[in-house]
């Protein structure tokens, strides 16, 4: 699968026409449930992605190249950073980094300095922001890795990753307003070609996010959310079959409240950019469950839900991602 940019929620919506309709209507209860996702989605949103985007820009323009160092320089023992690297820091000049000789960086990991960009994505080298930390160290299991990243001297996003080998690990960490003044807590685990990652949201609503298959054709991705420790009040359910491309093959979404489940909608176009479309309208199937109809209000609050929980997927998966490729095999 890609990992590209952050797909920003988009003010308009495109609805599929021409489609033969059931017009079954939504049941008494559901508008709760969408309620709840949707609030607690653009909190998240307004709080810690839309927030941070001039950090999210930095880390698209900028990953790629710390990439190339943590590449360039192997380490000569498994699931450890190269000695090379350890307590250096690197600063970006002439489309590179390159080490600047200066302190602060950890003995047992690297640092690379951030910087703003312009909305062309050109780098603002005039004067750092923050910087990434990619540290490995000995543990009692064969991987011990972190990553954080700060800006303005606040911690803002970080993970703890550990486990047998770095295609079987577990991780746990936060994404951080930009004051540091609260943080959304997230973890994940890696097996193989199957990524978790799950976070807590506000408003008491958990959020999980997998991809299954990763790479393979087609992938799987399954989209939850739940209100509510122990059996939670209600549950959305997205059961995606996508293209390594993301073009998505199929993609139910299931509502379940304490009148029954239901069907409730049909996903289209890609993973990055995804048509809602009433299940009353569309052709997508689900266990045989009824298909209900959905408004367009309703149909925006879990497009706009959708696009946060996927964003908040990528950010982790690319910070995590990151720290791997500084791992020796």
């Given at each position: 699968m890609r990992f590209g940019k952050l797909a920003w929620i988009a003010a308009g919506l495109f609805f599929l026409s021409g489609c033969e309709s059931t017009d079954a209507p939504a049941p008494p209860?559901?508008?709760?449930?969408?309620?709840?996702?949707?609030?607690?989605?653009?909190?998240?949103?307004?709080?810690?992605?839309?927030?941070?985007?001039?950090?999210?820009?930095?880390?698209?323009?900028?990953?790629?190249?710390?990439?190339?160092?943590l590449l360039a320089n192997p380490s000569g023992l498994p699931n450890r950073l190269s000695g090379f690297l350890a307590g250096r820091t690197y600063a970006f000049e002439d489309a590179a980094y390159a080490e600047s000789g200066t302190s602060g960086a950890p003995g047992d990991g690297v640092r690379f300095l951030l910087y703003d960009v312009t909305a062309s994505g050109a780098p603002i080298l005039e004067r750092a922001r923050g910087y990434v930390e990619v540290r490995a160290t000995a543990s009692t299991t064969p991987v011990f890795m972190t990553v954080r990243i700060v800006r303005d001297s606040v911690l803002v996003m970080g993970l703890d990753a550990r486990g047998e080998s770095t295609a079987q690990l577990t991780w746990t960490g936060d994404l951080a307003t930009p004051s540091g003044t609260s943080s959304l807590a997230w973890g994940g685990d890696v097996l193989g070609d199957q990524h978790t990652f799950h976070a807590q949201l506000p408003d008491d609503v958990?959020?999980?996010?997998?991809?299954?298959g990763e790479g393979a054709t087609p992938e799987n991705v399954l989209v939850q959310a739940f209100r509510g420790a122990g059996t939670p009040d209600w549950e959305l359910y997205a059961d995606i079959v996508a293209e390594p491309d993301g073009n998505i093959m199929e993609g139910p979404v299931r509502v379940a409240t304490e009148s029954g489940a239901h069907l409730a909608a049909c996903i289209s176009?890609?993973?990055?950019?995804?048509?809602?479309?009433?299940?009353?309208?569309?052709?997508?199937?689900?266990?045989?469950?009824a298909p209900i109809d959905l408004s367009p209000s309703e149909l925006n609050a879990l497009e706009a839900s959708y696009l946060v929980l996927r964003n908040l997927y990528l950010v982790s998966r690319g910070l995590l991602e990151t720290g791997m490729t500084g791992l020796g095999s």
């Open positions: 209860g559901i508008e709760g449930p969408l309620y709840d996702l949707s609030s607690a989605a653009m909190r998240a949103q307004a709080d810690y992605v839309e927030a941070n985007r001039a950090l999210f820009q930095s880390l698209d323009t900028f990953t790629p190249y710390m990439k190339q160092v958990r959020i999980l996010y997998s991809v299954l176009g890609t993973l990055e950019m995804p048509v809602f479309q009433s299940a009353a309208a569309g052709d997508c199937v689900y266990y045989g469950l």
